[in-house]
């Protein structure tokens, strides 16, 4: 048993193992069969199955009709989800990147964000946005940035960021059942993407039949007790990764707390933990200025300072576009050097 | 349900066949290299020019195909292949005035080789070595764009510059400046580039748009983005649109140049669909045996832009075997600088993130940079750990 089953809660009833990007494709696709208002759009999402791989198989199993690629307009297909959701659909549309989030800003959140509150309740956009973030792979300034705090600032809509095999099926199944709109945030390097650095976390044990995971809900990747180490996306597997090191080197016994989403944060759950540890690490793959490093600190700061023993660590990206050059670009990501440092300093170890 | 209004697969039926022969466009040389003349695209070029031509392709070809090949060994992040779309960058590139000025997208290695950008600065871009790779200004160059079809509103807004400025219909030929806007044909769907479109149409803008189709946007086939032609789209904008053929290197030259006179002479915009064909990946972390259909690829290498060209110099006795074998070697010799300029560019230092993010110095930067710099000290102090 591996600590996600058991924080998980639900006994496994499969020892069956998928990567992030199976397991994403085979939660829209039980969700698909089961509704027939469910339908997926984008960019090169149909033969090819998305470029990240959220949609293998899809057009096979559901056919062009219900699996669409779309011509290059991200203010088009999103505009264009928005209005089928209101007349009762589920679309679900992929932006590709979510740096491309510049080019139908507005279709998102003055509209898809917007309609439910506008209408005084009287339309509902029940749709998903699912878009990939992160970086560590060279893409450069417009391809790797990860953005969730910039979604999360703006009301309206739920932001899930999966890091989990078991994470990824279960948020897009509740997300594509919940009447608000909800992004999906997938970073590139949870996938289990052939291509890319694997984390083995990638690859886990997910359960056959149709699930939810509830949003809102975080999640403890690794219990612990000399500090809270809260994070999200693939920084939890760098984090958890750290920590078990740390804990085996006699260090420090780390908790590490997966988000898993940020609209509705779960601050009683950043509260329990960081109440019992009194020392406070955020590792969050966005910048490091206005985002949700310094949301998760005052949580805790709103309630009750004095818990903490220690000054917060904050690791994020600096307040630069993400550079192109590898060396440039891993000096900004929160890496395991970087996460290491900060747990140390925290414990004062 | 009608069949025009079911969505198609991309590997599903095509609307147009591939390749040339049920296409109408400019075409100025056949693939078997035989001259064509049509009317309004007259041309007459000198032995030296047709012989430049073919030195712009097979150096171009050749400077792409190594950087591919840079990129399989890891001397590169990234390459986005130009191979198939030579003639129409070429032919684009060598139609501008030295005073025009360009937007490219990713792909048009072709254009910064003919604004004269060291293809070694173009290799440290993609390298990640530099931020910027050159300077706009020195080559009457935009940098590359790779959010698709955003430039093409900065072309317009560019043009609408030196229209204010007064550059264009002087009938001085060296102050009157056209602008040259590129884009593939995915980016046709984009507000952007038709919202650039509306506004070099009202305000008369001095801009030709310059659209390669090469037939694919990553997987999707271009009738993923058009059911007509999309020159035609032109005409609902109120500008002319002219297909090219995109193989076709004396073609695009002429019209393209036809184009910029045009907006030069404050005649307003037009719009080029250069009908070409990417013979390679769409980058190279693309797998186009997904997508590609089967025998295409080898339809279009019959109509390769060189290979026609090389007719045309057979025939009209501009090259022989010892010329091409003199751009062979030259060829090689490119081939062997850029091998060894990508090898020796510089890493760039690490602290050189921090460089301009904002115009002046920058409290919150600054803060970050001695943050960087204690967290780099502290590994030198602790002998190099972690
Ligand atoms: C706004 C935006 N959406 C999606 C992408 C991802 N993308 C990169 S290239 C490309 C296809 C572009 O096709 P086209 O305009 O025909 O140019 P080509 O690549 O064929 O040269 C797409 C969809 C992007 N870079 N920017």
């Given at each position: 048993m591996t600590a996600t089953e058991t924080s998980q809660g639900a006994a496994p009833t499969t020892t069956r193992r998928?990567?992030?990007?199976?397991?994403?494709?085979?939660?829209?696709?039980?969700?698909?069969?089961?509704?027939?208002?469910?339908?997926?759009?984008?960019?090169?999402?149909?033969?090819?199955?998305?470029i990240f791989g959220s949609t293998g198989g899809l057009l096979d199993q559901f056919g062009p009709q219900r699996v669409i690629d779309t011509p290059i307009s991200e203010t088009?297909?999103?505009?264009?989800?928005?209005?089928?959701?209101?007349?009762?659909?589920?679309?679900?549309?992929?932006?590709?990147?979510?740096?491309?989030?510049?080019?139908?800003?507005d279709q998102i959140y003055n509209h898809?964000?917007?309609?439910?509150?506008?209408?005084?309740?009287?339309?509902?956009?029940?749709?998903?946005?699912?878009?990939?973030?992160?970086?560590?792979?060279?893409?450069?300034a417009q391809h790797s940035q990860c953005l969730w705090g910039l979604f999360a600032h703006l009301p309206g809509m739920k932001v899930v960021v999966p890091s989990t095999p078991y994470d990824a099926k279960g948020l897009m199944i509740s997300a594509i059942r919940d009447d608000n709109p909800v992004v999906y945030m997938f970073h590139k390097g949870v996938m289990g993407l052939p291509w890319m650095a694997k984390n083995?976390?990638?690859?886990?044990?997910?359960?056959?039949?149709?699930?939810?995971?509830?949003?809102?809900?975080?999640?403890?990747?690794?219990p612990g007790t000399d500090c809270t180490v809260v994070t999200i996306s693939?920084?939890?597997?760098?984090?958890?990764?750290?920590?078990?090191?740390?804990?085996?080197?006699?260090?420090?016994?780390?908790?590490?707390?997966?988000?898993?989403?940020?609209?509705?944060l779960d601050r009683e759950s950043i509260w329990e933990s960081v109440a019992?540890?009194?020392?406070?690490?955020?590792?969050?793959?966005?910048?490091?200025?206005?985002?949700?490093?310094?949301?998760?600190?005052?949580?805790v700061t709103d309630r009750d300072p004095s818990v903490l023993r220690a000054p917060v660590q904050r690791v994020a990206v600096p307040d630069v576009p993400i550079p192109y050059a590898r060396g440039l670009e891993h000096a900004v990501l929160p890496n395991a050097g970087r996460i290491e440092a900060a747990i140390r300093a925290v414990v004062g170890a | 349900m009608s069949d025009l209004a079911s969505p198609r697969g991309p590997a599903g039926p095509r609307s147009v066949p591939p390749g040339g022969e049920a296409i109408d466009f400019v075409q100025l040389l056949t693939p078997d290299g035989a001259r064509k003349r049509p009317a309004e695209y007259p041309l007459d070029v000198d032995a030296d020019t047709l012989r430049g031509f073919y030195r712009d392709l097979v150096l171009l070809r050749r400077f792409d195909t190594e950087a591919t090949a840079l990129q399989r060994h890891g001397e590169l992040g990234l390459w986005a292949p130009l191979l198939g779309q030579e003639a129409a960058q070429i032919g684009a590139g060598r139609a501008l005035a030295p005073q025009d000025f360009a937007f490219p997208t990713f792909r048009e290695h072709g254009l910064t080789w003919c604004r004269g950008v060291d293809p070694a600065q173009v290799l440290a871009l993609f390298r990640g070595a530099s931020l910027g790779g050159w300077d706009p200004a020195v080559h009457n160059l935009h940098l590359y764009s790779i959010v698709i079809g955003t430039q093409v509103l900065h072309a317009a807004g560019y043009a609408m510059g030196i229209q204010r400025d007064g550059h264009v219909g002087t009938g001085d030929p060296a102050r009157d400046t056209a602008v040259l806007a590129c884009f593939g044909d995915g980016a046709t769907s984009q507000g952007d580039v038709n919202e650039a479109f509306v506004f070099a149409s009202v305000f008369n803008l001095p801009v030709v748009f310059f659209c390669q189709n090469n037939q694919f946007a990553i997987s999707e086939p271009n009738q993923r983005q058009s059911r007509i032609p999309l020159y035609r789209r032109a005409s609902g904008f109120g500008f002319p649109g002219v297909r090219v053929d995109g193989n076709d290197v004396l073609a695009v030259y002429a019209v393209t140049r036809d184009a910029l006179d045009r907006a030069r002479r404050g005649e307003g915009p037009t719009f080029i669909e250069a009908y070409t064909y990417r013979m390679g990946a769409h980058t190279t972390s693309d797998d186009p045996s997904r997508y590609r259909p089967t025998g295409e690829l080898e339809h279009w290498q019959q109509l390769d832009p060189i290979d026609r060209l090389v007719e045309?110099?057979?025939?009209?006795?501009?090259?022989?075997?010892?010329?091409?074998?003199?751009?062979?070697?030259?060829?090689?010799?490119?081939?062997?600088?850029?091998?060894?300029?990508?090898?020796?560019?510089?890493?760039?230092?690490?602290?050189?993130?921090?460089?301009?993010?904002?115009?002046?110095p920058h409290a919150q930067v600054d803060a970050d940079r001695a943050w960087f710099r204690a967290y780099q000290s502290s590994f030198e102090t602790a002998g190099g750990a972690a």
């Amino acid at each position: 048993m591996t600590a996600t089953e058991t924080s998980q809660g639900a006994a496994p009833t499969t020892t069956r193992r998928l990567t992030t990007a199976k397991a994403m494709s085979e939660g829209i696709a039980q969700e698909m069969a089961a509704n027939p208002e469910v339908f997926y759009l984008g960019e090169d999402v149909g033969a090819y199955g998305g470029i990240f791989g959220s949609t293998g198989g899809l057009l096979d199993q559901f056919g062009p009709q219900r699996v669409i690629d779309t011509p290059i307009s991200e203010t088009a297909f999103i505009g264009l989800a928005v209005g089928a959701a209101t007349e009762g659909m589920r679309p679900i549309a992929e932006l590709m990147f979510v740096d491309f989030m510049g080019v139908c800003l507005d279709q998102i959140y003055n509209h898809m964000a917007k309609i439910h509150y506008e209408s005084g309740g009287n339309v509902k956009v029940p749709m998903v946005l699912t878009t990939a973030v992160g970086g560590g792979y060279s893409d450069a300034a417009q391809h790797s940035q990860c953005l969730w705090g910039l979604f999360a600032h703006l009301p309206g809509m739920k932001v899930v960021v999966p890091s989990t095999p078991y994470d990824a099926k279960g948020l897009m199944i509740s997300a594509i059942r919940d009447d608000n709109p909800v992004v999906y945030m997938f970073h590139k390097g949870v996938m289990g993407l052939p291509w890319m650095a694997k984390n083995p976390r990638a690859t886990d044990v997910v359960p056959e039949e149709a699930y939810e995971v509830p949003i809102g809900k975080a999640r403890i990747a690794r219990p612990g007790t000399d500090c809270t180490v809260v994070t999200i996306s693939l920084s939890v597997h760098h984090a958890t990764d750290v920590a078990d090191r740390l804990a085996a080197d006699g260090v420090a016994d780390a908790e590490v707390i997966d988000l898993r989403s940020l609209v509705p944060l779960d601050r009683e759950s950043i509260w329990e933990s960081v109440a019992r540890t009194g020392r406070l690490v955020v590792v969050d793959e966005d910048y490091l200025s206005f985002g949700m490093s310094g949301e998760v600190v005052a949580t805790v700061t709103d309630r009750d300072p004095s818990v903490l023993r220690a000054p917060v660590q904050r690791v994020a990206v600096p307040d630069v576009p993400i550079p192109y050059a590898r060396g440039l670009e891993h000096a900004v990501l929160p890496n395991a050097g970087r996460i290491e440092a900060a747990i140390r300093a925290v414990v004062g170890a | 349900m009608s069949d025009l209004a079911s969505p198609r697969g991309p590997a599903g039926p095509r609307s147009v066949p591939p390749g040339g022969e049920a296409i109408d466009f400019v075409q100025l040389l056949t693939p078997d290299g035989a001259r064509k003349r049509p009317a309004e695209y007259p041309l007459d070029v000198d032995a030296d020019t047709l012989r430049g031509f073919y030195r712009d392709l097979v150096l171009l070809r050749r400077f792409d195909t190594e950087a591919t090949a840079l990129q399989r060994h890891g001397e590169l992040g990234l390459w986005a292949p130009l191979l198939g779309q030579e003639a129409a960058q070429i032919g684009a590139g060598r139609a501008l005035a030295p005073q025009d000025f360009a937007f490219p997208t990713f792909r048009e290695h072709g254009l910064t080789w003919c604004r004269g950008v060291d293809p070694a600065q173009v290799l440290a871009l993609f390298r990640g070595a530099s931020l910027g790779g050159w300077d706009p200004a020195v080559h009457n160059l935009h940098l590359y764009s790779i959010v698709i079809g955003t430039q093409v509103l900065h072309a317009a807004g560019y043009a609408m510059g030196i229209q204010r400025d007064g550059h264009v219909g002087t009938g001085d030929p060296a102050r009157d400046t056209a602008v040259l806007a590129c884009f593939g044909d995915g980016a046709t769907s984009q507000g952007d580039v038709n919202e650039a479109f509306v506004f070099a149409s009202v305000f008369n803008l001095p801009v030709v748009f310059f659209c390669q189709n090469n037939q694919f946007a990553i997987s999707e086939p271009n009738q993923r983005q058009s059911r007509i032609p999309l020159y035609r789209r032109a005409s609902g904008f109120g500008f002319p649109g002219v297909r090219v053929d995109g193989n076709d290197v004396l073609a695009v030259y002429a019209v393209t140049r036809d184009a910029l006179d045009r907006a030069r002479r404050g005649e307003g915009p037009t719009f080029i669909e250069a009908y070409t064909y990417r013979m390679g990946a769409h980058t190279t972390s693309d797998d186009p045996s997904r997508y590609r259909p089967t025998g295409e690829l080898e339809h279009w290498q019959q109509l390769d832009p060189i290979d026609r060209l090389v007719e045309y110099l057979l025939l009209t006795q501009t090259g022989d075997e010892r010329y091409f074998a003199e751009i062979a070697a030259e060829a090689d010799a490119l081939g062997v600088r850029v091998r060894e300029a990508c090898r020796s560019i510089p890493n760039p230092l690490p602290e050189s993130m921090f460089d301009h993010v904002h115009v002046e110095p920058h409290a919150q930067v600054d803060a970050d940079r001695a943050w960087f710099r204690a967290y780099q000290s502290s590994f030198e102090t602790a002998g190099g750990a972690a």
